[in-house]
Structures are given as C-alpha cells and as structure tokens.
C-alpha cells in the first residue's frame, strides 16, 4: 500500500498528537540500525501539487534528537518532531520522499507511529484515496421525453464544476478535480483565486464568464419554474455565486476591477492538469488610467441580474452586488475605452467587434430590471440611440447583446415599440433569412456552431413566453427544433455523457488527463485515440460544421472546444424546454 493524501490544507499547520503504542508508520520504511540509532526513509505521494511541505512525526516513546537534511526540523517535544521546507515542489500525483536519523537512548527503538502531511494523516492512506469513489453521473435519467431535459439541466451544473478555479468545496461532485491556481493574483499582492476556467485551458478571461454569469442569472430568474421543476434552483445558484463571488473579489478599489488571470499564449503551450499549474499567471486589470466599457458593462449587468436571484434569500449578498454593479457601470459609461485595449492579451481571444455600445444598454437594462429606477431605461435609451443597435443584429453571443437587449426592453419599457419591433426583426431573420446545416441546425458562426444555436434558442424561448403571443408558438416551435438538434435529433448528442453517442473526446485539458500519478505532460492526454479518461457530463461542444458534419476529434478544437459561455444561455434554454414539457 502507499500514502496518499487527498486534500491540500494549508501548508504551515502545527499540529500536535498524542503517541500512543503501535507499528511504524507505512510511510515510513527503516533503513538500518545501529546502537541508539536508526536510519530511515519517509515516502509519501499526494493527490494535489505543494510548493512547501510540512511532516509532523509523532514517536511512540521519547527520542533525544532526529536529523533530517532536506529541510529544516522543530522538536516539538520529546515525541513530536517538525521536519519543514518552505520552497519545495511536489506535482499532482508525486511523492515527496527524504531520508532522517533518530537517536536515542535506551533499549526500546522510538518508532514512527503517526505522521502528518500538510496537515493530513499519511499513515492510515492506502490505494483507497487515489479517489473517494469512482466518479459517475450523479444526475440521474428522469424519463423525459423526448429528451431528458432535467437530467442534462443537472449535468450542466456538473461541466461548471469541473470548470472551477481556487479550492472547491466539500460539496464538489466533480471528484477528479481539486484545489488550483491557489496563487492567483499573488502577482500584484491581491487574492484572486476561484472564478471559472474559460474552457478546456486554464485562463479567467473575465469578459466571457460575465457574460456566463449574466445568462445564468437570466435562465434563474425568468425560467425559475423549470428550474424547480428540476430540483436544480440551489445548484443554478450555486454555479452562479462561484462567478460573482470572484467579481466581488476581483473588484478591488473604486473603478478597479481585474478582468483577466493568466496569459492565453502561456497557457495554451501547456497541456496539463489546473492542479499541476506553475507557470507565470499574470493578472490584468481596467481602471481609471486604463478603462474598459464591454468588460466593465458586462461585469455590472451580471451582477445585476444575479442581484435579483438573491435579493429574497439573501438580500446582503444581494445589495452588496447591487452596488458594485451601479459603480461599474458609471464606470463603463463615463471612461469608455474598449477594454482589449487595456488588457491586451483578450485581443486575441476575446476582442469585442461588437464595441462597446450593447453592453452599455445590456446593463442599463439590468440595472432598471434590478432596482427599478427609471433612470437606466432613460440611459438604456440613450445607448440605443448613439449606437443605433436596432441594427445588425446576427447573433447572440459572448460579444454581441444587441438580441439580448430587444427581448429586455420590450419587458422593461413595453410602451416603446422599438425593442419589440426589433425582437421580432430579430426572430424572422433566424427563421427565414440565415443560414442553416443540412440538418437543420441554424448556422450563425463557425466557431462554437452549437453554442450560437443555443443562444438564439434561448431568445426565441423567451419571446415564446414573454414577448407577443400571436408569435408564440411558432416561437417555441422554432426554438425547440434547435435544442432537440443539439440533443440528439442529430443522430447523436452533442453533450458529452448525455444521450446516444455523445462526445467522448472534447478539447479540455483536464478531463482528458489521466488520475495521477501517472503523467499529463507527455503528450498522450492530448494525442491519444480513445476517450478522455473522465467524462465531462453536460458539456456542450462546439458542433458541426455548416455542412452539418461532426468528427470528435480532440484536436479539432474548433468543432470540439468547450467553454463556460457555450453552456450559458444553453442551460436557461433547458429550463425553458422544462417548462414547455
């Protein structure tokens, strides 16, 4: 059997036992005796990467010293010795292993009986921790037809799961990730740890997980029946507060916020476990001297929105985001700049080409719908008419909220005609005039097929339930084509772990990584033929092409990439098709 430890607590813990009788420790292993000495080797492997360590030795009778060479040692008493290192790397899935002397006097041999780990008993491990069970589907088939809605809904909260950043709670059910990046933000003295992974790599780009969080809220609080319906409102929430709260954090002065962790070129050169992460992650941010309106605007109507969600059972939480959404705003309003001007790695993977227009009236309206002060449907007004965004709408998307913008305003501010007129604009041009798979699939992108699909069909189940009845049905109808294609109507599933035939090969790093300790550096995770070894339940990948073909191709990142904001608007969608079941 070997010492494993499955938690990384924190690395400077002192921790005193009682020894008590008993045999050597596991971890332990004597090398060699003498008179009143005893060489010996201590081995133990861990689960989680350190970059410090600290073993507490608990002796089951007095021992006069004990020497150790690979770091520094504090007796504690006579039973309990401190052997530490503070600058010591260790990866996921390694063993930290030293050689020490005891000596003492006397007949009787002082043996290791207990030992601690970074605060963990290694001495009672054994093959059983390697996992604390084997990790299946914990959302279980509902029998809905004609697809399981509720069940992929569930699984949707199991891909946010996997995609966390920080140290995860106890009651994570995503049990092949653990604690990582515990050092974001390290490098400008603030803690900005936790938030989301933005896809199958490992950078917080803030932009697209406001827009994530956004989206979520909306599904929450417009869809909330079939949330309920579900049994999924607390863990809808859940994946929500895990966003916010990092907005919260990363919001560290007045017009401050860090809208990015980790540079996308770095990155991407790794292909790796979160876990094992140790390269240089830099943390960007806007603020007065650097500003950033679609960052900014987007981080205020997400918390707006998610305002709303808690304003009943939480109503401090909920003020508290509130007020950093007002400031945010004013913020995106009165310094405009676009934001990958200021954080310049996002220019490369998450430019605004929309500008920065959209995001102002997306949050106006949220903070009208939050606080219910008619001045933002003035201000939102204001936005609609300097940017003239009734126009060009194609799309729904991290980017583009101009879609979003029309089905709000047509609820907000009902006596003005110009939301609803361009809802329904917006409804025909994806019914009639864009493009689509052989399939049926509507095709608005290349990248993230799937994704754009699901957005629009997130829209279009709203108009179906809040905009003008006459277009319902069709609405619904529209939109439910869309979703069931997603689902399987396909000839397969496009949710990894979902349906027939799901995708066994996404483009995400972690899950394609085997349990440690073996190796998720060499190349196999990444270039191998079979499925990744965990299964990334209710991820949606990035579907076919316009042609309507689909290989699951690891590689193919474009077509099997996915990403927090993929799964956004797709999840309210399913709590729309709930209802509509």
């Known amino acids: 059997m070997k010492c494993v430890v499955v938690n990384l607590l924190v690395l400077h813990l002192a921790l005193l036992l009682t020894g008590v009788g008993g045999e050597m420790c596991e971890c332990v292993t004597l090398d060699h005796e003498w008179g009143g000495s005893y060489a010996a080797k201590f081995s133990a492997s861990t689960l989680h990467p350190f970059v410090a360590f600290e073993v507490v030795l608990t002796l089951d009778q007095p021992a006069g010293s004990l020497e150790f060479w690979t770091g520094e040692i504090e007796k504690m008493d006579d039973t309990h010795f401190k052997l530490y290192n503070d600058n010591f790397l260790v990866g996921t899935g390694g063993y930290l292993k ?13 043996d290791v009986i207990d030992a601690t780990m970074n605060g963990v008993d290694v001495c009672d491990g054994g093959d059983r921790w390697t996992t604390e069970t084997p990790y299946e589907n914990s959302c279980l088939s509902t029998g809905m037809l004609p697809y399981d809605y509720s069940q992929a809904l569930c699984m949707s909260f199991l891909f946010y799961e996997a995609q966390r950043s920080g140290h995860l709670p106890d009651t994570q059910r995503v049990t092949w990730r653990w604690d990582s990046a515990m050092n974001d933000g390290g490098d400008v003295g603030l803690n900005l740890t936790g938030g989301y992974y933005d896809a199958g790599d490992h950078v917080k780009f803030g932009f697209p997980m406001s827009f994530t969080a956004t989206m979520l809220a909306w599904g929450l609080i417009d869809f909330a029946e079939g949330y309920e319906t579900a049994g999924q409102t607390d863990y809808g929430r859940e994946a929500l507060k895990w966003a916010t709260d990092y907005f919260l954090e990363a919001y ?14 770095i990155d991407h050169g790794y292909w790796g476990r979160p876990e094992d992460m140790f390269m240089k992650r830099p943390s960007a941010k806007i603020d007065t001297e650097a500003p950033g309106s679609e960052l900014a605007a987007e981080t205020a109507a997400a918390l707006a929105a998610a305002s709303i969600v808690f304003k009943e059972d939480d109503p401090d939480y909920s003020t508290k985001m509130l007020g950093v959404a007002k400031e945010l705003y004013d913020f995106a309003d009165e310094l405009r700049e676009y934001y990958h001007n200021s954080i310049k790695d996002a220019a490369g993977f998450y430019r605004s080409w929309s500008g920065y227009g959209d995001e102002l009236c997306w949050a106006a309206l949220w903070l009208n719908r939050a606080t219910g002060n008619k001045t933002y449907l003035t201000k939102a007004q204001e936005h609609w008419d300097e940017f003239t965004l009734a126009e060009d709408a194609l799309q729904f998307s991290w980017d583009d909220k101009k879609a979003g913008d029309y089905a709000l305003g047509s609820m907000l501010d009902p006596e003005n005609p110009q939301y609803e007129t361009a809802l329904k604009a917006f409804l025909e041009y994806l019914k009639n005039d864009a493009s689509y798979t052989p399939g049926g699939l509507v095709f608005l992108d290349e990248w993230g097929s799937n994704r754009h699909a699901a957005n629009v069909a997130f829209i279009s189940l709203w108009a179906a339930k809040y905009g003008d009845q006459a277009d319902s049905e069709a609405n619904r109808q529209w939109a439910e084509g869309q979703m069931n294609y997603i689902m399987g109507d396909a000839g397969h599933s496009f949710v990894v772990g979902f349906g027939v035939d799901p995708p066994q090969r996404p483009h995400h790093r972690s899950s394609s990584c085997p349990l440690p300790p073996a190796s998720c550096t060499d190349g196999w995770a990444q270039n191998q033929d079979g499925p990744n070894p965990h299964v990334l339940y209710g991820a949606l990948v990035g579907g076919p092409a316009k042609d309507g073909t689909y290989v ?3 590689k193919d990142y474009q077509h099997n990439e996915v990403a927090c904001d993929y799964n956004a608007a797709y999840t309210g969608a399913l709590a729309a098709m709930i209802e509509n079941s």
């Open 98 to 110: 030293f050689d020490f002397q005891v000596h003492y006097s006397g007949d009787s041999r002082p």
């Open 552 to 554: 699951d191709d690891r």
């Open 252 to 265: 560290t002065a007045y017009w401050e916020f860090y809208g990015q962790v980790g540079e996308g070129g």
